[in-house]
């Protein structure tokens, strides 16, 4: 079955620095690839998402590169801002008689003031 | 549109005693996912649904059951708990087509089995 790997599993950036985030994924039938946001007892969101037929998306700060070849795809922050600490995680999904999501293990990122 | 309810929010079981997550939604959204997330771990798939009577097994399928008499409804059933079965259970829903589609998750439930 498909294994998302995601790292690091913690970050810590001063605010205005960029923050990356990184993550493989093993089944190449994988082909869409959602990040969440996730703030400390909330239920995770969508921020941002990427299909297999582009390499590169972008929304305002935030952005995600695919590298379908490699199977890896990165999560960029730009200008980081407090209010940007939270846990992120990437997943990868795949049609296997019906469509399933797989996440990785999470990056805690800490934005510092 | 209150989007995807979970009940309770939280619940302290015994071991052995048995309990039903329920998870609600009002989006007419066909797909449902049951996911488990361990303190500090990132969220494992129980089961999922693609529609109303049709479930399938995901990652870590054992220790649960899962319904769909609805498209609307979605209840997950602990039948002998066990203490490693303390995590929070979060519900979501999508509406796939052609291509996938972003989950709409519930606020989740916390859950200690002691």
């Known amino acids: 079955g498909e294994n998302v790997e995601q790292h690091p599993s913690t970050l810590s950036v001063q605010e205005g620095d960029s923050a990356v985030i990184k993550c493989t994924y093993s089944?190449?039938?994988?082909?869409?690839f959602p990040w969440y946001k996730q703030e400390l007892g909330k239920r995770p969101q969508l921020i941002i998402d990427?299909?297999?037929?582009?390499g590169e998306k972008k929304d305002q700060r935030i952005a995600v590169t695919l590298n379908k070849t490699a199977k890896h795809f990165s999560l960029h922050i730009t200008e980081t801002q407090p209010e940007d600490s939270a846990v992120y995680f990437c997943a990868a999904t795949l049609n296997t008689g019906g469509f399933k999501t797989i996440f990785g293990a999470g990056t805690r990122l800490f934005v510092k003031a | 549109n209150a989007g995807v309810t979970q009940t309770p929010k939280f619940r302290i079981l015994k071991i052995g005693q048995s309990m039903t997550l329920q998870c609600a939604q009002d989006?007419?959204?066909?797909?449902m996912y049951w996911y488990r997330q361990d303190p500090g771990m990132g969220l494992k798939l129980i089961y999922y649904s693609v529609g109303a009577g049709i479930t399938d097994k995901g990652e870590v399928p054992n220790g649960y059951n899962v319904s769909r008499s609805t498209t609307e409804d979605f209840p997950l059933r602990l039948e002998l708990a066990a203490p490693s079965q303390t995590s929070v259970y979060f519900c979501?829903?999508?509406?796939?087509?052609?291509?996938?589609?972003?989950?709409?998750f519930g606020n989740g439930t916390r859950l200690t089995v002691t």
């Open positions: 990427i299909r297999s037929n582009v």
């Open positions: 989006m007419n959204h066909n797909y």
């Open positions: 979501a829903s999508s509406t796939p087509g052609f291509r996938a589609s972003p989950l709409h």
């Open positions: 089944d190449s039938a994988s082909n869409y």
